[in-house]
């Protein structure tokens, strides 16, 4: 996995330096936060990277507190992240578990799998994109780039990001859980592409399955 990660960084880095993806910018510009993390992802789901970073700060602006979130009304939230995808629900939902927070929580975001997958809206790959880019706990949350990537990569051989990640905790050393999600997807928006990836740069493809089938 070592040599993986640092092929992907290298083949990034000589086709042009890639942008932060929208977690790690979260985290730097919340300075690691829980709760602003928490409800950045959850508002992240079917939305592009720069539109979640600019809505997320707009939210973050107006509601400084999870007390304060709990208790917005939906319509003013919505007037905010009106610009992303499923605004009507998101906003709905990010109050919702702002309340829970407030109330069942004292304000504090758990740090454990189970008991985030509890709250409404958070599945697996949120939960663990918090237990990431919040508490810096081993996780590997499974988007549909690095779902996507470890099938083409031949590192796993899965229907669903779920059992993506199941197997990936088995085969890759935890030292190298926290690295996987940021430089994967990041590895999928700029060169292992849906369609027409990048394998003419890729410094990884002698070792990629899909490669290795689809080059001839």
Same mark, same amino acid.
């Given at each position: 996995?070592?040599?993986?990660?640092?092929?992907?960084?290298?083949?990034?880095? /000589?086709?042009?330096?890639?942008?932060? #993806?929208?977690?790690?910018?979260?985290? +730097?510009?919340?300075?690691?936060?829980?709760?602003?993390?928490?409800?950045? *992802?959850?508002?992240? /789901?079917?939305?592009? =990277?720069?539109? #979640? *970073?600019?809505?997320?700060?707009?939210?973050? /602006?107006?509601?400084?507190?999870?007390?304060?979130?709990?208790? /917005?009304?939906?319509? +003013?939230?919505?007037?905010?992240?009106?610009?992303?995808?499923?605004?009507?629900?998101?906003?709905?939902?990010?109050?919702?578990?702002?309340?829970?927070?407030?109330?069942?929580?004292?304000?504090?975001?758990?740090? =454990?799998? =189970?008991?985030?997958?509890?709250?409404?809206?958070?599945?697996?790959?949120?939960?663990?994109?918090?237990?990431?880019?919040?508490?810096?706990?081993?996780?590997?949350?499974? =988007?549909?780039?690095?779902?996507?990537?470890?099938?083409?990569?031949?590192?796993? +051989?899965?229907?669903?990001?779920?059992?993506?990640?199941?197997?990936?905790?088995?085969?890759?050393?935890?030292?190298?859980?926290?690295?996987?999600?940021?430089?994967?997807?990041?590895?999928?928006?700029?060169?292992?592409?849906?369609?027409?990836?990048?394998?003419?740069?890729?410094?990884?493809?002698?070792?990629?399955?899909?490669?290795?089938?689809?080059?001839?």
């Amino acid at each position: 996995m070592k040599n993986i990660l640092k092929g992907m960084i290298e083949t990034m880095n /000589a086709v042009k330096p890639p942008r932060m #993806t929208a977690l790690r910018q979260l985290h +730097d510009v919340e300075n690691g936060d829980p709760f602003n993390i928490l409800i950045g *992802t959850i508002l992240s /789901a079917r939305t592009k =990277d720069e539109n #979640t *970073t600019k809505v997320a700060g707009k939210l973050f /602006a107006k509601y400084k507190s999870v007390k304060a979130l709990a208790n /917005a009304k939906v319509r +003013d939230v919505e007037k905010i992240i009106r610009s992303i995808g499923f605004y009507h629900v998101k906003a709905k939902r990010i109050i919702e578990v702002a309340s829970i927070i407030n109330t069942k929580f004292n304000g504090k975001v758990p740090d =454990d799998l =189970d008991t985030l997958i509890t709250l409404p809206g958070v599945g697996r790959k949120t939960a663990n994109c918090v237990l990431v880019y919040a508490f810096e706990k081993p996780a590997i949350p499974v =988007d549909v780039h690095v779902h996507r990537i470890s099938n083409r990569l031949g590192l796993v +051989d899965t229907k669903t990001p779920e059992e993506t990640e199941f197997e990936l905790m088995k085969k890759v050393p935890q030292r190298y859980w926290l690295e996987i999600n940021d430089t994967f997807v990041m590895f999928g928006q700029n060169i292992c592409k849906p369609i027409s990836p990048m394998c003419n740069v890729c410094k990884i493809k002698k070792i990629c399955k899909y490669y290795k089938t689809n080059a001839s």
